[in-house]
């Protein structure tokens, strides 16, 4: 099951510059489980200015790039969900192992979603190919209207 661009739209407030995921690639309900592509071109505004001559994706997009692919994967696992709004609340155990350059596809994973009140935690890593460049254990928070 592949969802594009206008079905994450329907899950995700994110829009250009900051939509940070490409492509679904893969949804488990049951094994709460998401799959993501996020294509890391040259034309992205970071690199600009991250760093000139040497271009790496910041660790910290990285990092928002898998919120967001939890972020789906918690709005289709759990349907309730669906129009709620989360924020990135924490990340714990978060390890940068490898520099991510234009030209590469990130593979974002995220699973075993943990829920207490307005509180979840999960688990995420990011890859390309098959060689993790990150991981974390993310943590979300349901925003209340003010």
């Known amino acids: 099951m592949e969802i594009k661009a206008k079905e994450i739209f329907e899950l995700?407030?994110?829009?250009?510059?900051?939509?940070?995921?490409?492509?679904?690639?893969?949804?488990d309900k049951e094994g709460e489980y998401i799959k993501?592509?996020?294509?890391?071109?040259?034309?992205e505004p970071f690199f600009?200015?991250?760093?000139?001559g040497n271009p790496i994706m910041p660790g910290v997009l990285i990092l928002e790039a898998m919120a967001q692919a939890a972020a789906a994967g918690l709005k289709f696992i759990f349907p309730e969900y669906?129009?709620?709004?989360?924020?990135?609340?924490?990340?714990?155990?978060?390890?940068?192992r490898h520099p991510v350059y234009p030209g590469d596809t990130l593979i974002l994973e995220a699973k075993g979603f943990k829920k207490k009140g307005h509180i979840i935690k999960t688990y995420a890593v990011a890859k390309?190919?098959?060689?993790?460049?990150?991981?974390?254990?993310?943590?979300?928070g349901l925003?209340?209207?003010d």
């Open 12 to 27: 995700l407030p994110h829009r250009y510059p900051f939509l940070l995921i490409d492509k679904i690639l893969e949804l």
């Open 36 to 43: 993501v592509l996020k294509n890391v071109t040259i034309n």
């Open 48 to 52: 600009q200015g991250h760093f000139p």
């Open 82 to 96: 669906k129009n709620s709004l989360f924020v990135f609340a924490g990340a714990d155990k978060v390890r940068f």
């Open 128 to 140: 390309v190919g098959e060689k993790v460049v990150a991981e974390a254990e993310l943590i979300a």
């Open 143 to 145: 925003r209340e209207e």
